[in-house]
């Protein structure tokens, strides 16, 4: 059985003052095994955004079914972590609170949550960073510190949503190193979407391709390099090819998604 | 261009603070030029030797102090009962649209009657004691504080409702430890907004069938054409409204240091 299962989800959404409703998504079908690193690869507008919020609970669909182990998602949990493209982080509790937040409202104890806290946080590379408020670190600081707090609840998967989109390219590639690291101690579950090709090969034990609005998948690609990865792979010849093929799958689509804007 | 002039620049503390006391320093000056200078009758505008005067004679004979302190009690006690009311409802509508939907029009209705147009109806309902004025002080302040958390709450960033949403958080925790402490340094400012607007119903208020109070004084000044007198309470009510302003401030800043900046 597998971890999560998409079952022909779609999505319209509702005209608002008399536009036309937004077909977001066709009908999508997906199958996560567990210990599985899917990155969903599309297009902006095409609905990758809508599919994992779908599958957070935060949208419902139109029709068709999430399961999580089996059981049908019906609204946000804990058991399904998510790190926003924006930052979440909650201003006013300090790094350590905000990632003690999700152990709070399950009601562990004080003691025990700051201990977990304090352990995620040296995971992400944060200690010493503890008693900071949000704004005062930087962005990629504050996308680890987001990490750490969807990490400390131990969720079933991990809901990834271009988390690393707005940081500049250097910081980016250590976050895929990060990321990547912690993946391969403990292979949580992972659905991460993204539009940059060189960060879904990377990661990926599987790469999804999203055609241009609206959304379907187009082709589905296992990513068979060897683990535990170094950023050196991204310089093989292997690494390369995949590259190519997706480089030629994405450009159809971003061409037909933007002669469709016009 | 003068970099000082640059849109939205901050300038420094220092200068700042002399940029406002020149402001008052001009004031005064404009001020003792129009009455020493014999361009304005005493008799319709004191200068700035008789209106000191004056309040020194208002205090020592007058017994003045005892005045502030029951206007200044008066706000108090209508604007606490105002605060009450308004602050936990105007965060169940905000948070709760049925809420809103139930209270919305009637509040805005409420909003645009006159406080002072109450004054009577109050008299008869309460009598000239104490209670009426502290309910005109209510009436003039509940209903534009009730819409104004309204709109701080509603406005929350809906991302970190959902990031409490995914770590697990119900619907109390999300209204008690995300929308009340990302609305709190809002609804505190809109606290000092209204405490001003109450400052102006409570003269009102003690213009007509009082015995004690600032209003009350400036009332009996006009019988004997006392200048200096009108203009020390009004002063005097300017002072006590820059005072609170500033506590208002600091407190803000010391309740909310995450907020800074923002
Ligand atoms: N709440 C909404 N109401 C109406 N339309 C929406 C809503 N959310 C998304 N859409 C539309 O659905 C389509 C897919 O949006 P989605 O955010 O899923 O795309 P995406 O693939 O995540 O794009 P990006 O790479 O830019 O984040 C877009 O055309 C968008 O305008
Ligand atoms: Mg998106």
């Known amino acids: ?36 690193f899917i990155t969903i690869l599309g297009p902006s507008g095409c609905g990758k955004s809508t599919l994992l919020r779908i599958v957070a609970g935060l949208e419902t669909p139109s029709a068709g079914e999430v399961l999580l ?17 924006s930052y979440t982080l909650f201003p006013w509790l300090t790094v350590r609170d905000n990632v003690c937040f999700g152990l709070r409202e399950r009601g562990l104890p004080r003691a025990e949550q700051l201990a977990v806290a304090d352990r995620f946080l040296a995971q992400v590379g944060l200690k010493g960073f503890e008693n900071h408020h949000p704004a005062q670190l930087s962005g990629g600081m504050q996308q680890r510190t987001a990490l750490a707090r969807a ?45 940059d090709i060189d960060e879904a090969i990377f990661m990926a034990s599987r790469v999804v391709v999203m055609s241009a609005r609206p959304g379907r998948i187009k082709c589905d690609i296992p990513i068979e390099l060897p683990h535990p990865r170094s950023y050196k792979v991204k310089t093989t010849p292997e690494f390369a090819a995949y590259k190519e093929r997706l480089t030629e799958e994405i450009r159809v689509e971003t061409i037909k998604a933007v002669t469709m804007e016009r | 261009m003068s970099p000082l002039f640059t849109p939205l620049k901050p300038v420094a503390p220092a200068l700042r603070t002399v940029l406002g006391i020149s402001c008052f320093v001009l004031f005064f000056l404009g001020w003792g030029i129009a009455t020493y200078g014999g361009f304005v009758k005493p008799l319709f505008l004191a200068s700035p030797g008789d209106t000191l005067a004056a309040g020194i004679a208002l205090f020592r004979e007058f017994g003045f102090a005892e005045d502030i302190a029951v206007t200044v009690w008066r706000v108090f006690a209508g604007f606490v009962m105002a605060a009450a009311l ?24 409420a909003r645009y009657l006159p406080a002072s147009a109450f004054i009577p109806l109050l008299i008869l309902w309460a009598g000239v004691g104490e209670l009426q004025k502290i309910l005109v002080i209510f009436i003039g302040s509940v209903f534009q504080l009730v819409i104004m958390v309204t709109v701080i709450v ?36 809109a606290l000092r907004l209204v405490l001003g607007w109450a400052w102006t119903y409570v003269i009102v208020a003690e213009l007509v069938g009082a015995s004690r109070g600032i209003g009350h004084m400036i009332i009996d000044a006009q019988r004997f054409l006392d200048t200096g007198q009108m203009i020390f309470g009004i002063f005097v009510i300017g002072v006590i409204g820059l005072i609170t302003d500033l506590l208002f401030r600091a407190l803000n800043a010391r309740l909310f240091p995450w907020a800074k900046g923002r």
């Open chain 1, 1 to 36: 059985m597998s971890k999560l299962s998409i079952r022909n989800v779609e999505k319209t959404f509702p005209g608002r003052n008399n536009t036309a409703p937004t077909r977001a998504l066709e009908p999508t079908s997906l199958e996560v095994a567990d210990n599985d």
């Open chain 2, 154 to 189: 509603s406005g929350i960033r809906t991302d970190l409702v959902e990031a409490a949403y995914t770590l697990g958080a119900k619907r109390d925790g999300v209204v008690l430890r995300v929308l009340l402490p990302a609305a709190a340094p809002q609804i505190f400012e």
């Open chain 2, 86 to 109: 308004a602050v936990p409802l105007g965060i169940l509508m905000g948070a709760f649209k049925p809420v809103e939907g139930f209270f919305e029009a009637f509040v805005s209705f």
């Open chain 1, 69 to 85: 182990e089996g059981k049908a998602v019906s609204g946000p949990g804990p058991d399904r972590g998510m790190v926003f493209q």
């Open chain 1, 151 to 195: 990490l400390a609840n131990d969720p079933k998967m991990l809901l990834l949503d271009e988390p690393f989109g707005a940081l500049d390219h250097q910081t980016r590639e250590l976050m895929q190193e990060l990321l990547l690291g912690i993946w391969e101690a403990d292979r949580k579950t992972v659905m991460f979407v993204t539009h």
